[in-house]
């Protein structure tokens, strides 16, 4: 179990701190909804909770078997939806680096497409991962 405390900040901005580390991130309302759009909003990090999962999950499983993915990276759009506003659609591009085998590099989408985010996201919510 992991604790991460929050703080509102006034302005729509709050502080979220990460009780075993002592790290901290700030989150703004975006513009498209009354705020500054200075930092991550709520839904950003849970498009970038996405994104970052699933490299993660691919790093983890390509060092048990010493798979070298240096250079993997991607990027993540995040379509808001409405009536109720929501995130209606994630669009994530993994950039998987030159030089893994084709077996190797099926089995990393393979385990990278089942992680913790991704088991978690509800249904109504159309995502698209697209491997490069």
Known sequence: ???IDVSYDGNLRCTATHEPSGCTLITDAPLDNHGK????????LLATSMLTCII????????SRNIDVTGLGGSVEKIMGDSPRRVGKLEINILLPDGIA???????????CCCPVCLSIHEQIEVEVNFI
């Open 37 to 44: 759009g200075e930092s991550f909003s709520p839904t950003d």
């Open 56 to 63: 993660t999950i691919i790093a983890i499983r390509a060092e």
């Open 102 to 112: 084709i077996k190797d590099k099926a089995w990393l989408i393979e385990q990278g």
């Open 1 to 3: 179990m992991v604790r």
